[in-house]
């Protein structure tokens, strides 16, 4: 009978732990697209609000926004884009917020024609505006587009539903006369720090509703 052996035992072998991977912190990076509507006034405040903010942005405006820019205010092109952390030239198809592998809060638009909210809603992305919220939608990031157009056809109205289908938020800057402004200033700045709400940005621009008192 051949005796049975037992198989030698494995010798234990001590290994230190891994140390448990460390979250990054999310980035504080917000993309502020500028299109060629009326009412180039929003994209600039939100610049203006979060220069020095600790949030970096990144600039990218239409040439058609830089045309709309010279009847609207009086600001150069140069003091628009001196607002930003980053400036990104709209043809520039390569620029870091083209691709989803760069992190980002989100982009706004403001303000936004119907031609990039139809080119944001279909996915026909002709420039690095669209293209980078085209990109925020498929990684999932907050889109907020302050459509400027009145009034509106049936065409406008279906690429608002498929925009927003996409994920997108339609945020037209419209004005809240329970703040009682007093200025074209006050409404501005009210939409602008309403939209800023929407990516969790707390701002001192909003007159919060209260109630009426009559609890």
């Known amino acids: 009978m051949t005796p049975t052996t037992s198989a030698p035992h494995s010798q234990d072998v001590s290994h230190e732990e891994a140390p448990a991977p460390t979250k990054a912190p999310e980035p504080r990076r917000l993309i502020v697209g500028i299109s ?10 939100i610049l203006q609000v979060l220069a020095g903010s ?8 239409s040439d058609s926004a ?14 628009v884009q001196d607002l930003a952390t ?14 989803g592998s760069f992190k980002t809060m989100g982009m706004v638009v403001a303000p936004c024609s119907i031609r ?5 809603a279909y996915g026909m992305t002709t420039s690095l505006l669209s293209r ?4 925020a939608l498929k990684e999932r990031r907050r889109v907020v587009l302050m459509v400027r157009e009145t009034p509106l056809h049936a065409g406008h109205l279906k690429a608002m539903t498929q925009v927003t289908e996409n994920g997108a938020i339609l945020m037209p800057p419209m004005p809240a006369f329970y ?6 200033d006050d409404m501005v700045n009210h939409s602008v720090g309403r939209c800023l709400d929407l990516f969790g940005i707390e701002t001192s621009l909003v007159t919060r509703w209260a109630g009426m008192g009559q609890d």
């Open 54 to 61: 600790g949030i970096e942005t990144h600039l990218v405006m």
């Open 179 to 184: 703040a009682r402004p007093k200025s074209l």
């Open 66 to 79: 830089k045309m709309t820019l010279a009847t609207e205010m009086d600001m150069t092109i140069k003091d």
């Open 86 to 99: 980053h400036v990104h030239n709209a043809k520039n198809i390569g620029a870091t917020i083209s691709s």
């Open 116 to 120: 990039s909210l139809s080119e944001i």
């Open 36 to 45: 060629g509507a009326s009412g180039i006034v929003y994209g600039v405040r």
């Open 132 to 135: 980078a919220a085209d990109v």
